[in-house]
C-alpha cells in the first residue's frame, strides 16, 4: 500500500470515530453502552457498537467508491477496499432486513388488512432489497472493472 493510500485509510477511520463521538458521545465504544431510541409506544435498547459499524461501513463505502469511480478502477487498493466495503455494506443491509422482516409480527396485532406498521415495514423491506441488488450489480461490475484493470497491469 502507497503512503498516500494509508492516509486515506486512516483519515476515514478516523472520520467514522469523530462521527461516532459526535452522535453517540464519548462513552459509545465501551462494550455495555447502549442506545436508547423511542419510538411511538415503542422502547428500543440498542448496542452502540452496532451504530459504529453502520457507520464505518457507509463512509467506507461512499468515500473509496468515490475515489474508485475519480480514479477511474485504475487503483487496485482502492478498489480493492471498495469491493470489501460494498461486501460489508451487503451483510449489514441483509441484516437490517432480517431485523424488519421479524417487526411487526407479534401476537397483539388486530389484523393484517389494517396494518400500517406492517405495510411500512413491507414498504422499507422492498426498498432495502432493491438497494440490495443495486448494491451487488456494482458489485459485479467493480470486480470486472477490476480484474480487467488488474490484467492490463500485468500485461494479459
Given amino acids: ?91 449489514v443491509c441483509i441484516y437490517v432486513m432480517c431485523i424488519i422482516s421479524l417487526f411487526g409480527k407479534g401476537e397483539n396485532h388486530i389484523s393484517e388488512a389494517n396494518d400500517p406498521v406492517g405495510d411500512a415495514m413491507h414498504v422499507l423491506f422492498c426498498m432495502l432489497l432493491i438497494f440490495q441488488i443495486l448494491l451487488l450489480l456494482f458489485l459485479a461490475y467493480s470486480g470486472f472493472r477490476t480484474g480487467i484493470t488488474h490484467n492490463k497491469k500485468r500485461g494479459l
Fill in 1 to 91: 500500500m502507497k503512503t498516500k493510500e494509508i492516509i486515506w485509510f486512516f483519515t476515514t477511520i478516523a472520520m467514522v470515530t469523530i462521527i461516532n463521538f459526535y452522535f453517540l458521545g464519548l462513552d459509545s465504544l465501551d462494550a455495555n453502552a447502549t442506545l436508547d431510541i423511542n419510538i411511538h409506544d415503542t422502547y428500543f435498547v440498542i448496542s452502540s457498537i452496532n451504530f459504529f459499524v453502520l457507520f464505518a461501513v457507509l463512509l467506507f463505502f461512499l468515500v473509496y467508491t468515490i475515489r474508485m469511480i475519480v480514479f477511474k478502477y485504475e487503483n487496485i487498493t482502492i478498489n480493492s477496499i471498495a469491493i470489501l466495503s460494498n461486501i460489508a455494506l451487503s451483510i
